[in-house]
């Protein structure tokens, strides 16, 4: 990523002009981060109750031609480890921690007030669409 894109430590330099009148001031906005020229686009497409061998791109029987075109063209990850219910995989592959450590160890309909299964994400534990916005992507989520 170029230097422009990461967020400051310090504030950047001040380029406008403070005078003793305000109409005689000129403010200085930073420019907002935005995705370097020819930047990918980023999918994270996850799938619930389908077997890792039940599409084609993976080799699976089923005809899926659209899934295989976007796998083709992208990278494919096969070693992720599943939860055995939704919430915390979704957690776990959108923050890339473990499901507890990001405070959804059960169904995100289900918090138990409990560490680790409150269901409130610690902003130390950034989501990939979080760091994507701060490097000037724009984000969408579809879902159910």
Known sequence: MPKSA????????????????AKDSVPDWPAPPSAPQN??????????????GQIGAFGGLA????????????????????????SPSRAALLT??????????SHAAAPSGFPGYDDIIPKSAA???????DYGYSMMAIGK
């Open 96 to 105: 890339g921690r473990n499901h507890h450590a990001v405070h959804i160890g």
């Open 63 to 86: 005809s899926t031609p659209n899934i295989d075109r976007v796998a083709a063209r992208g990278l494919v990850y096969n070693n992720f480890h599943a939860t055995s219910l939704c």
């Open 6 to 21: 990461i967020q400051p430590v310090n504030a950047p330099e001040f380029n406008g002009r403070i005078s003793t009148f």
């Open 39 to 52: 930047a990918p686009n980023v999918l994270i497409w996850m799938l619930d109750d389908v077997g890792f």
């Open 127 to 133: 989501t990939t669409a979080r760091i994507l916005r």
